[in-house]
């Protein structure tokens, strides 16, 4: 389990970034080269592959380099880990506004 959180804090400190998400939202198309990958954020090169690298540290995204060219693609089995915790906390808020729902017409019916 502490690996697991682990990974979790790292995909959502990863998401946390306006950036990276529009990279990944990018990705989601196919993969994508740096050079055109990098051409939609006014940022310099180096700084820009900075995000790259904190996506394909945590697992988001995948790379491999032919030649000159570092190609990216979207690696979504990572983003089950972040999906199955929000899946457990909808399911629990859920549970949570049924019984305050339930509270409430009780309450109401009580009242009348």
């Given amino acids: 389990m502490p690996n697991q959180s682990a990974q979790l804090t790292q995909v959502f400190s990863a ?23 990098s051409r939609r954020f006014p940022m310099a090169l180096p700084s820009f592959t900075q995000h790259l ?5 945590c697992g ?4 491999r380099k032919v030649g000159r060219v570092r ?8 983003l089950a880990v972040a999906e199955q915790w929000l899946s ?15 509270y409430l017409d009780t309450v109401k019916k ?3």
Avoid: I, M
């Avoid at 306006?18 to 990958?37: I, K, N």
């Avoid at 690298?53 to 540290?57: I, M, P």
């Avoid at 988001?60 to 790379?63: N, Q």
């Fill in 60 to 63: 988001l995204v995948t790379s």
């Fill in 88 to 102: 457990q906390r909808r399911a629990e808020w859920t549970r949570r506004l049924d019984s305050l729902d339930a």
């Fill in 15 to 37: 998401l946390a970034d306006p950036t990276r998400r529009a990279v990944l939202a990018r990705l989601g198309g196919g993969p994508c080269a740096t050079s055109e990958l």
């Fill in 53 to 57: 690298d904190v996506l394909e540290d």
């Fill in 110 to 112: 009580e009242r009348s």
């Fill in 71 to 78: 190609t990216y693609a979207l690696a979504p089995k990572r």
